[in-house]
């Protein structure tokens, strides 16, 4: 009975692995269906273009959803839509007319003089001749704007915050309108104008960003003179992430912009009969690493395809999960399956299982802690081998962002050589070749030393750390920098396996004649049952498994082999949900036989 089960049980895992494998599958075959979705989509956008350009019409062969086609040719920029580029990067000179500025003279004499109605009464005028420039800014205010910001004027001098306020309201609408062609220098300071009235929150504009993705394109062209002729690019400006594909010739450029409504209308819908059978998620990202759509969790393991490879101007991670509905039938049957089984091996069934568990047991633990050192290793590398293929193609947009990527690179390489060093130091721990260097070791400053350079480590997490410890001395005879891993190691773990509770209790304390050091977290906690082969090398506990949760099975080992070559002991405390508490107790100087010297080798066998 024992046979089948355990037979059962392996047949349920490994079926779960290869469920797992089908999931990998999966999303990496949707991973290359959304690449080449979108590179069949740019193409035709292309193609739409060239087709324009050579016919020398702003207006391509369908409708854009969202998105806006420009033609420039010289210093003339044409649209398509109308009225969808909420402003321009350059405008030709234009003059007022004499009405205009008799209007705008006559309404502020009326002003200084205090007559508001017959100001208004200008301004009202002023507003009827729509487009006409008023001012020297670059391009001039359309008089139908200098109307509204002129009014808004008045309305302040009058003391009439409603009043005020509803001009500002009616400027903003016209500005969103994109109406009247203005200048970026000349949108901006109404867009000021109103915000001073009207304090918006910092929400995502997707006409502004099509505008911006427009200047964008326009300061390229002209500030660089191998600019490409024709190409792709996704750029995240602070109104939003855009797109923009172009064409040219010797005598114009036609460019095709979308904002994040066309992806989210147009784009992502298209994907859904590609993407819903495989359970996958999309999130699309600049080759800078801005994010553009969707969230980006590499926890999840995603497909990755890299712009520099795909030719698209994004990079594309694709995660997915398993189907749980589909996992339980078949579980079903395998149990089923498994019960008719047992009638018929019933009697030979110990035998089997005791030969077979044994070696089975060793293999597991093998492929195991094979597996959680490469997932180890591959996180820190795969981090590394990205950033610095940025760096190596100049790919990196600001130099804020380039010391960002080499604080990245000094963090992931510092974490890849502590994994190495606890592995070698494992390894030695193993073989009886380790060697302790004994000396005078106060406890209380070791720990307070470990957890400041700790806290300041990305393996913190974000965890706060509360140390209690006694005010006076703590000594003992020890290896200062292997009771450093012991101590590093509890904190780890307990930042680890807490991601609710974003607070550390240590504690360091004497206790008799020996010092007691806790460190206490609110994690998933321990089952009773595990507690015991938590101690074991390779032996990771239930729950951080289910929990996805990094690591190769061997510090709580390690702390338990350095704290017995101490002549200490380490105990643990646990129940699920509540969290576990890590004793660790060191007897103090006073306890130990003085050392010959301040200093003592001492091999562990």
């Not at 273009?49 to 086609?69: G, H, M, N």
């Not at 003089?113 to 800014?137: H, K, T």
């Not at 410890?469 to 290896?479: I, Q, S």
């Amino acid at each position: 009975m024992a046979t089948v089960g355990w037979l059962g049980t392996r047949v349920l895992v490994q079926d779960r692995q290869l469920a797992g494998q089908r999931v990998t599958e999966d999303r990496e075959v949707a991973a290359d269906l959304v690449v080449a979705a979108f590179n069949q989509r740019l193409s035709s956008i292309e193609r739409d273009l060239d087709a324009a350009l050579s016919r020398r019409d702003v207006t391509p062969d369908y409708e854009p959803t969202d998105a806006i086609v420009v033609r420039i040719s010289g210093d003339a920029i044409r649209t398509w839509p109308a009225n969808r580029l909420r402003y321009y990067p350059q405008l030709p000179p234009r003059s007022a007319s004499p009405d205009a500025e008799v209007l705008v003279r006559s309404a502020q004499k009326a002003l200084r003089a205090g007559n508001f109605g017959a100001a208004l009464d200008a301004y009202s005028r002023l507003e009827a001749l729509g487009s006409v420039p008023i001012g020297d800014v670059v391009g001039g205010i359309p008089a139908a704007l200098f109307a509204h910001l002129g009014r808004m004027t008045v309305r302040e001098r009058q003391g009439d915050e409603p009043g005020r306020v509803s001009e500002a309201r009616a400027l903003d609408s016209a500005l969103r309108s994109a109406q009247w062609p203005v200048s970026a220098a000349t949108y901006q300071f109404l867009a000021d104008q109103v915000r001073e009235v009207l304090p918006r929150s910092s929400e995502l504009d997707d006409q502004l960003s099509i505008a911006d993705a427009m200047a964008w394109l326009w300061e390229q062209r002209a500030s660089d003179p191998r600019f490409p002729p024709s190409g792709r690019a996704s750029r995240v400006f602070p109104s939003g992430p855009s797109l923009l594909v172009w064409r040219s010739s010797s005598e114009s450029l036609i460019t095709w912009i979308a904002g994040r409504r066309s992806f989210e209308l147009e784009w992502i819908p298209a994907l859904k009969p590609l993407m819903e059978p495989r359970r996958a998620r999309l999130a699309i990202s600049t080759p800078e690493g801005q994010l553009v759509l969707g969230t980006s969790a590499p926890s999840e393991r995603p497909a990755v395809r890299l712009a520099s490879v795909t030719a698209l101007p994004w990079t594309i991670q694709i995660t997915n999960t398993a189907d749980s509905e589909t996992l339980r039938d078949r579980r079903r049957l395998l149990m089923a399956g498994m019960s008719m089984l047992f009638v018929l091996i019933v009697a030979g069934g110990w035998l089997i299982e005791r030969t077979v568990a044994r070696e089975l047991a060793v293999t597991d633990l093998q492929s195991d802690f094979v597996s959680a050192v490469s997932h180890e290793f591959r996180t820190p590398l795969t981090t590394l081998c990205q950033l610095s293929e940025m760096l190596v193609r100049d790919r990196v947009a600001t130099e804020d962002d380039r010391r960002q990527y080499y604080q990245l690179l000094h963090g992931e390489s510092h974490r890849l050589r502590r994994l190495v060093e606890t592995l070698l130091n494992f390894g030695r721990l193993e073989a009886g070749r380790m060697e302790f260097r004994f000396s005078d070791v106060d406890v209380s400053v070791l720990v307070r030393n470990t957890i400041d350079e700790f806290a300041a480590s990305r393996q913190a997490r974000g965890h706060r750390i509360e140390l209690a410890v006694d005010e006076m001395p703590l000594p003992m005879r020890g290896d200062g920098d292997v009771l450093k891993t012991v101590v590093w190691n509890l904190l780890e773990n307990a930042a680890k396996y807490s991601p609710e509770c974003d607070t550390i209790w240590v504690a360091v304390r004497r206790r008799g004649s020996d010092i007691a050091l806790t460190v206490r977290d609110r994690g998933v906690g321990i089952p009773v049952q595990e507690q015991r082969q938590v101690f074991d090398k390779f032996v990771r506990g239930a729950s951080a498994r289910a929990s996805d949760v990094g690591g190769v099975g061997v510090g709580l080992a390690m702390a338990r082999r350095i704290v017995d070559a101490h002549g200490g002991d380490i105990a643990i405390e646990s129940a699920p949900g509540m969290g576990s508490t890590f004793t660790v107790t060191l007897p103090s100087v006073d306890s130990q036989l003085p050392g010959p010297s301040s200093e003592t080798a001492v091999a562990a066998g």
